[in-house]
C-alpha cells in the first residue's frame, strides 16, 4: 500500500504563490510517478500536473503551464507543486496521486491511479 499526505494550501492574493508538498508513504518502490490535480466545487476532478520518478519527466496542464512547477525528490517520498501567479480560478481542492503502473507516457486520465490523498485547499482570492 501506498500512503499520500497533501500540504502547504491555505489563501492567497492574486498573483502570489504556494508551494505543495506530497509526502508519499509505504511501498514508494511500487510506484513509477505522482500526479497532482484539483477539483472545484462543482466541477469535475482535473489533471495539473504529473512527474514520472524515471528521468523526472513533467507534464502539465495547459492552464497551469509556465506558473506551476512540479518537482521531486529522489527518494520518491516527497514530491512539490509551486504554484505562482496565481488566479481565482486556481481555487479547488489539490490533490496528489500516484501510478503503480509503468507506462510509455504521462497520464493525464484520474482514473489511471491507484492512490490518492485526502486533498488540501488553495484559495486564490481576487
Known amino acids: 500500500q501506498v500512503q499520500l499526505v497533501e500540504s502547504g494550501g491555505g489563501l492567497v492574493q492574486a498573483g502570489g504563490s504556494l508551494r505543495l508538498s506530497c509526502s508519499v508513504s509505504?511501498?514508494?518502490?511500487?510506484?513509477?510517478?505522482i500526479g497532482w490535480f484539483r477539483q472545484a466545487p462543482g466541477k469535475e476532478r482535473e489533471f495539473v500536473a504529473a512527474?514520472?520518478?524515471?528521468?523526472?519527466?513533467?507534464n502539465y496542464a495547459d492552464s497551469v503551464k509556465g506558473r506551476f512547477t512540479m518537482s521531486g525528490e529522489n527518494a520518491r517520498n516527497t514530491v512539490y507543486l509551486q504554484m505562482n501567479s496565481l488566479k481565482p480560478e486556481d481555487t479547488a481542492v489539490y490533490f496528489c496521486?500516484?501510478?503503480?503502473?509503468?507506462?510509455?507516457?504521462?497520464?493525464?486520465?484520474?482514473?489511471?491511479?491507484?492512490?490518492w490523498g485526502q486533498g488540501t485547499q488553495v484559495t486564490v482570492s481576487s
Open positions: 496521486a500516484a501510478d503503480k503502473d509503468r507506462r510509455s507516457t504521462i497520464p493525464i486520465r484520474k482514473d489511471t491511479y491507484a492512490y
Open positions: 509505504g511501498r514508494t518502490s511500487s510506484t513509477y510517478g
Open positions: 512527474i514520472r520518478w524515471s528521468g523526472g519527466i513533467t
